[in-house]
């Protein structure tokens, strides 16, 4: 290993007094742009493996629990459409499938894009132009976002 003019145990001394340090240099930023300084850390050399994680429970056969998978993989449950027993379609799609299924199917759909929603919102100023409102992007990702059938993907 290359140290230069300085031995092992210099570089030891160095790291133990807190001066040693590394200088990223780039072309934007010749005289360094990122520093980061070494110190050393009071440690041990036996690894202490964490303890293991709670038992999983599938419970997506529980609304409120298919829910709450809902509002934290998507925008919410969305959907209206409800069936006799009032339970949202989202729901009963999480219920069915489970959560793992769910997922998958996610990752089956066709992406959503917002182009069909800018062209038709465009400003049409002449025969041969358009304008497009500054918002206009904007406002499609998130009818889109809200609204596709792939909301995974857009969360």
């Known amino acids: 290993m290359g140290t230069g003019a300085l031995t092992a145990a210099d570089l030891v001394q160095v790291i133990k007094t807190g001066q040693a340090y590394i200088n990223v240099h780039t072309?934007?930023?010749?005289?360094?742009?990122?520093?980061?300084?070494?110190?050393?850390?009071?440690?041990?050399?036996?690894?202490?493996p964490p303890s293991a994680p709670p038992s999983w429970t599938n419970d997506s056969n529980d609304a409120n629990a298919a829910?709450?998978?809902?509002?934290?993989?998507?925008?919410?449950?969305?959907?209206?459409?409800?069936?006799?027993?009032?339970?949202?379609?989202?729901?009963?799609?999480?219920?069915?499938?489970?959560?793992?299924?769910?997922?998958?199917?996610?990752?089956?759909?066709?992406?959503?894009?917002?182009?069909?929603?800018?062209f038709t919102n465009r400003v049409q100023t002449d025969p041969g132009g358009a304008?497009?409102?500054?918002?206009?992007?904007?406002?499609?990702w998130w009818r889109t976002s809200v609204t596709a059938p792939d909301q995974l993907r857009y969360r």
């Open 27 to 48: 072309v934007n930023y010749p005289a360094g742009e990122i520093r980061g300084n070494f110190r050393l850390q009071a440690a041990s050399q036996t690894f202490t």
């Open 67 to 118: 829910a709450r998978f809902l509002i934290q993989s998507t925008f919410g449950v969305h959907g209206a459409d409800a069936d006799a027993d009032g339970i949202p379609d989202a729901i009963e799609q999480v219920q069915s499938l489970g959560y793992d299924g769910w997922i998958n199917d996610q990752f089956t759909k066709a992406p959503t894009s917002h182009y069909a929603y800018v």
């Open 131 to 140: 304008t497009y409102p500054s918002r206009l992007a904007y406002n499609a």
